[in-house]
């Protein structure tokens, strides 16, 4: 990507609330191309017609920006949505969070992890032993901005996700976001599944395991989804974890490897 890189952010409400969200580095020529997908999403989401659209274009420094690789990917397929949290824990647990934080994060997400019952717009922060939430915002949660592919990788990742049947903006959105928390300084794990109620496929990224997808991780129909970032214990800045989060721009110049699917195995 040649000359300057923008930041170019959207946030669509409906009835006051957080609807759809979209991210992207890009050069000043694609911002226009870019800003028109991200309306078009907003006035097409499954969910219904966005009611306020904010786009957000703000210029980064090029000195700021860190390169990096997507983790490998894997899928297991899971019968249901039980079988996939069961199997989503079990990775969690390898990736050293412990079944009270999991077990938290998973009731908390699957009952709506805003104070209102509702979905977050952004990630809960969740103490990777003793399960406690530490995002200061419980019903905005942290949102992971400033990231995306570089083309080559954008073309790579499209081709590969293609071979698998698995290419959608869901999954080359979700890896990159995964990729960008994974470098984050003091994070061991994410878990993730959709708000999208058509949408049940979700999944588990550590930097040991890599981005491990299941179809199912929650009910067809079910608007209820969220993501868990699990911190290590211990003494890390929070803030300076959560300005990482928000502004360190990444942008990611390699995928990892994509593997075929297969059916889980409860001794993986
Ligand atoms: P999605 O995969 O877009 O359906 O999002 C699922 C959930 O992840 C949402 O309900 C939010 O809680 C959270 N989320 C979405 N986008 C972000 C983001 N950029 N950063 C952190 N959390 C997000």
Redesign the pocket.
């Known amino acids: 990507m040649k000359g300057p890189l923008f930041s170019i952010r959207m946030q669509a409400s409906l009835h006051g609330r ?1 609807l ?2 979209a ?1 992207h580095l890009s050069t000043a020529e694609d911002l226009e191309r870019l800003a028109a997908g991200m309306v078009k999403r907003a006035l097409g989401h499954m969910r219904g017609r966005a009611e306020k659209i904010q786009l957000t274009i703000e210029e980064v420094a090029t000195g700021q920006i860190d390169y990096g690789a997507l983790p490998d990917l894997h899928t297991y397929l899971v019968d249901d949505y039980h079988q996939g949290r069961r199997a989503a824990a079990a990775i969690l647990l390898k990736s050293g969070v412990s079944s009270l934080a999991i077990d938290g994060a998973m009731a908390a997400m699957a009952s709506g ?1 805003a104070p209102d019952g509702r ?6 922060l969740i103490d990777a032993k003793n399960g406690n939430r530490l995002e200061p915002d419980q019903a905005r ?5 400033r990231m995306d592919l570089t083309e080559q990788a954008q073309q790579e990742l499209i081709l590969g996700l293609q071979a698998l049947g698995l290419d959608n903006a ?1 999954v080359r ?2 890896l990159t ?1 995964a990729a960008k928390v994974l470098t984050t300084p003091g994070i061991v794990a994410e878990l ?5 109620p058509g ?1 049940t496929a979700g999944y588990v990224a550590s930097a040991q395991q890599g981005y491990v997808r299941f179809p199912h991780l929650k009910p067809i129909g079910d608007e ?4 868990a ?1 699990f911190l290590a214990s211990g003494e890390q800045d929070l803030s300076e974890l959560i300005d990482y ?1 928000q502004t360190k721009p990444m942008l990611f110049d390699r995928i990892g490897q994509l593997y075929r699917a297969q059916p889980w195995g409860e001794e993986l």
């Open positions: 957080h759809s969200g991210e992890a979905s977050m717009r952004g990630a809960m949660g942290v949102r992971v901005s869901h959105e979700a976001l993730c599944w959709s708000d999208d949408y209820r989804g969220g993501r970032f989060l």
